[in-house]
């Protein structure tokens, strides 16, 4: 098999969800749903359902980075998805071990409040994440919280909050920020994306649902996803189309979401919409 035409490898390196909606399991059925083959290093295990957090256990730095270069050792990988690192240590561990190793694409989304309301992150792994790790990455993806959190600033509550708070992002050191607008309020429900050439809006429909359980984990590894199926000659504004065909398969995988039966509380999307 030609190396053009194999399946693409990705890690995900994030925390566990036992409903399966989010973290490394949303990230993996994401990943095989569109054709990637899906990896794995755990960072915490964490106590959780569709209605909240009960406790978070993050794993050891040293068994995170004996996960990565054991894993690094055997596997070609084309692109990593980083989700929840808990503490500074953890950061670093990844930051060293894929600066020494680094693959084509690196996607970060910077998770550190629950769709719950739940804080994931303490202060020490906040500013690590901020510091270490987005400058590392090609893509991040905040949402508001999120951006509020990296930026030490209010949450932005309109759209014009929201473009103003770009360039602080964008200063931060990744080349493209897909700026998540989930928290606002209306009909539509728009993303702002930062390239090296500018910015656009990313609009689209708001859906009626409650299944909004791992959207941010799921369009991360979407994006991997779709970055790695880029031709290596692809031109500067080829990670754009990519970003928006992770949208895209997202907003249908939220208007699916309705088939699930999962949980008492918000819901996972439906990661194999296309297939079942």
């Given at each position: 098999m030609s190396n053009h035409s194999r399946l693409r490898n990705v890690l995900?390196?994030?925390g566990s969800d036992p409903s399966g909606g989010a973290g490394l399991q949303g990230d993996l059925k994401t990943f095989s749903a569109l054709g990637v083959y899906g990896t794995n290093v755990i960072t915490a295990v964490i106590a959780q359902n569709t209605c909240g957090?009960?406790?978070?256990?993050?794993?050891?730095?040293?068994?995170i980075r004996e996960q990565l270069e054991h894993l690094l050792d055997d596997v070609e990988l084309d692109a990593v998805k980083i989700g929840m690192v808990?503490?500074?240590?953890?950061a670093e561990v990844i930051a060293d071990v894929l600066r020494q190793?680094?693959?084509?694409?690196?996607?970060?989304?910077p998770v550190m409040v629950a769709k719950s309301g739940d804080i994931l992150v303490d202060d020490a792994g906040i500013r690590a994440v901020r510091d270490i790790l987005v400058p590392l990455a090609d893509?991040?993806?905040?949402n508001l919280p999120e951006a509020a959190v990296l930026l030490d600033s209010p949450s932005p509550t309109s759209l014009d909050a929201m473009e103003a708070m770009l360039p602080g992002l964008t200063q931060l050191g990744a080349p493209y920020?897909?700026?998540?607008g989930g928290h606002l309020r209306g009909a539509t429900c728009p993303d702002l994306l930062a390239t090296p050439n500018g910015h656009e809006w990313l609009p689209a429909s708001r859906i009626d649902t409650d299944n909004l359980h791992g959207t941010g984990c799921t369009l991360s590894s979407a994006i991997a996803a779709c970055l790695v199926k880029l031709?290596?000659?692809a031109n500067a504004n080829a990670p754009v189309a990519a970003i928006g065909d992770a949208k895209r398969w997202l907003h249908a995988a939220l208007e699916a979401s309705v088939r699930l039966n999962v949980g008492k509380g918000r819901g996972p999307v439906h990661h194999f919409h296309a297939w079942w």
């Open positions: 995900t390196i994030a957090v009960a406790s978070v256990y993050p794993v050891a730095p040293q068994a808990a503490s500074r240590e953890v190793r680094r693959p084509r694409w690196i996607v970060l989304d893509v991040i993806t905040p920020v897909v700026l998540k031709p290596v000659e």
